[in-house]
């Protein structure tokens, strides 16, 4: 399944079905607004996100069919985007001591 890293975007969805099938917690519920305005009220998941070898506890919106990184996750994240090579890499961010 194909998503989409959004900078924009508050909060990380993923399709409702894959919330329910993986029997994930829920843990409250959540108003959204998208750009063009569509939303709702959603369910919110706490769930396990494992993006280039780092595993981060994050609260998963579950909405309709959409599946989007946003800045909860990618915060805890270091983005390299190569735009010439179309290329993105993503890293754990190091924890400084």
Same mark, same amino acid.
């Given at each position: 399944m194909s998503g @989409?890293?959004? #900078? =924009?975007?508050?909060? #990380? $969805?993923?399709?409702?079905?894959? /919330?329910?099938?993986?029997? $994930?917690? @829920? &843990? =409250?519920? $959540?108003e959204i607004t998208g750009v063009g305005g569509g939303g709702g009220s959603a369910p919110v998941y706490a769930g396990r996100v494992e993006i280039a070898g780092a595993a981060i506890l994050a609260r998963l919106v579950a909405y309709e069919n959409e599946m989007i990184v =946003?800045? +909860?996750? @990618?915060?805890?994240? &270091? /983005? @390299? $985007? +190569? =735009?010439p090579r179309l290329r993105l890499r993503l890293s754990a961010r190091q924890v400084e001591r």
């Open positions: @989409l890293i959004d #900078t =924009g975007a508050d909060c #990380t $969805l993923i399709p409702a079905h894959i /919330a329910r099938g993986l029997r $994930l917690p @829920l &843990v =409250g519920r $959540l =946003g800045r +909860d996750v @990618l915060n805890r994240m &270091v /983005a @390299l $985007l +190569d =735009g």
